[in-house]
């Protein structure tokens, strides 16, 4: 069973920074896996925000591609989140997820299709 706990939510001013961590307790059981973050603000739809695969590719929405950078520890089971130049559009619970037989491509990152879910961590971003 893989669990995923997400941390490093918080409220900051626009401009500010922020880096999200999950953890990963178990192993997928999977030859390709997908790692993503999740976020939806209130009142919109879930939108993938950025991911990476078991091979180190990644993805983001254009809406964060400059300014988020997604990474992982396979050694230590942690995936990250650094988010810089936050604005308060940024403001969401983010997810993180895992999708098993998975592969990163160039289109944007899918909210869907996820096989595991951290409970989440909420980011605001005031202005």
């Known amino acids: 069973q893989v669990q995923l706990e997400e941390s490093g939510g918080g409220s900051v001013q626009s401009g500010g920074s922020l880096k999200l961590s999950c953890v990963v307790s178990?192993?997928?059981?999977?030859?390709?896996?997908?790692m993503v973050w999740i976020r939806q603000a209130p009142g919109k739809e879930r939108e993938g925000v950025a991911s990476?695969?078991?091979?180190?590719?990644?993805s983001y929405a254009d809406s964060v591609k400059g300014r988020f950078t997604i990474s992982q520890d396979t050694a230590k089971n942690m995936l990250y989140l650094q988010m810089n130049d936050l604005s308060p559009e940024d403001t969401a619970m983010y997810y993180c997820?895992?999708?098993?037989?998975?592969?990163?491509?160039?289109?944007?990152?899918?909210?869907?299709?996820?096989?595991?879910w951290g409970k989440g961590t909420l980011v605001t971003i005031s202005s």
């Open positions: 990476i695969d078991s091979d180190g590719d990644s």
């Open positions: 997820a895992a999708a098993a037989f998975c592969v990163v491509t160039s289109s944007p990152p899918s909210s869907y299709g996820m096989d595991y």
């Open positions: 178990g192993s997928i059981r999977a030859s390709k896996w997908c």
